[in-house]
């Protein structure tokens, strides 16, 4: 009975360690970036929406984060990319050739 409650309570921590990014780390197939301003779906603006639709993605997840006027961290060190990023580190997912908008972005834990 115990072991059920501690395992209730310990998977969502393991799950949201798994996802979270940390340590300067971004996996593979996503970039490091730093962006002036990170939305949900759910919470875009009129115009974040228009934006979003002409950089070439689908409003199709309310859950997903929006990267708004990102550059990317080319192989920073730790300390020089928090450093160099006053707004939001993040890893992306996908990102325009601009970088005006990234898609699927989340907050890098340090």
């Known amino acids: 009975m115990l072991f059920s409650r501690i395992a209730l309570f310990a998977l969502p921590a393991i799950a949201a360690a798994a996802v979270l990014p940390r340590d300067n780390q971004c996996k593979q197939e996503t ?3 730093c962006c002036n301003n990170l939305v ?3 919470a ?3 115009g974040q929406k228009k ?3 002409a950089s070439g993605f689908q409003l199709d ?3 997903a984060q929006f990267g708004f006027a990102c550059t990317p ?3 920073a060190p730790l300390a020089s990319s928090v450093a160099g990023c006053q707004t939001y580190n993040v890893c992306c997912q996908n990102t325009t050739a ?3 908008v990234a898609m699927n972005c989340s907050p890098i834990i340090l």
């Open 44 to 46: 875009l603006s009129e």
């Open 61 to 63: 997840n309310a859950a």
């Open 98 to 100: 601009t970088g005006v």
């Open 40 to 42: 949900k779906e759910s």
């Open 73 to 75: 961290i080319a192989n």
């Open 31 to 33: 970039s490091q970036m």
């Open 51 to 53: 934006l979003v639709t």
